[in-house]
């Protein structure tokens, strides 16, 4: 689910934090993507005409194949090279949010039986799409693609977003790509989001910088922690009432959530309540050292497809257009012969801002937000006379 809230967040106070990007604009990159969750996008977005998920002549599902070959086809064709990574074991304090999404799904599974009896077409579409869970045989019949494709893979110990991070942070990719915002509580150098989106939802990628999402907020990494936590994650509950606007204030006001919850509890008038036992030092620490493979050891390797085993795979075992794979096939083959051409920027070493030029900067953005709010404060007064 991500840190709720925390896209807007950023939006609303670390706005330079934020480029958004055509898919063209990031050719020349490495990028490391959270597998699973692309998975479970094809599952919902890939369908038939009547809504339905494509099938092979056997009745198995095979929108996850057709996504994942053409959203990275796409990739490749636009000079990304793409590496994928599957989810490992899901951390202990996980348990209680994946029963929530069971919850849902068994919620959603009766619901749709009574609208069968009376609801339309889309309605029963709705619920459907919640009862949507990516299986393990999905996820190797993926590996099991991307192999064909010459697209490298990693499997992560735990959770993937993490792994995504470690990768970019070790200079192995450029960016991590998820729709998942705590992928930023990793210290991924960056963020991309939509890149996997499909081309005829016409959505810009989002390229979210940490280091300056960071400094907009005057936080160090251990702060923003806190701060997602507060805003709630996967790893346990939030307190009641807090959103993300309070949620900045607090950790701007006490800069820790073993402050905040003092202040709390040392508060009998207080609005908020902290929930018992709340793990949130436990969830600090997931996030903070997360289980990972040691980037070092990871090598990343593209190579030329298999065009007899993939046209194999798609065409005759699960059947795709002929035509279609074997102009894919053309596509991937132009893309990833050789190496990826450099880019401008990587023939320049970027010299790092000094302190004095830091705090001018926050000082031209703090006057310049303070004159944009002036400037409204006076129309608001025109248009009252």
Known sequence: MGIKGLNRLIADNA?????????KSFFGRKVAIHASMCLYQFLIAV????????????????????????????????????????????????GGELEKRTAKREHASKQIEELKEAGTLEEVGKFERRLVRVTKE???????????????????????????????????????????????CFE????????????ARKLPINEIKYETVAEELGMDRAMFVDLCILLGCDYCETIRGVGPVTALKLIKEHGSLEAIVEAIESNPKSKYVVPEDWPYKQA???????????ASEIELKWSEPNEEKLIEYMVQRNGFSEERIKAGIEKLKKGLKGGVQGRLDGFFSVIPKTKEQLEAAKKKRSDSSAASKNKKAKSAAKKRK
């Open 15 to 23: 706005p330079t934090a934020i480029r958004a990007a055509e898919i």
């Open 47 to 94: 369908r038939q005409q009547d809504g339905q998920q494509l099938t092979n002549e056997d009745g198995q599902t095979t929108s996850h194949l057709m996504g994942m070959f053409y959203r990275t086809l796409r990739m490749v064709d636009n000079g990304i090279k793409p590496c994928y990574v599957f989810d490992g074991k899901p951390p202990l304090m996980k």
């Open 138 to 184: 999905q996820n190797d019949e993926a590996k099991h693609l991307l192999s064909l494709m010459g697209i490298p893979y990693v499997e992560a110990p735990c959770e993937a977003e993490a792994q995504c991070a470690a990768l970019a942070k070790a200079g192995k990719v450029f960016a991590a790509a998820s729709e998942d915002m705590d992928t930023l």
């Open 188 to 199: 991924t150098p960056y963020l991309l989001r939509n890149l996997t989106f499909s081309e």
């Open 284 to 294: 600090r620490e997931l996030f903070l050292n997360p289980e990972v493979k040691d």
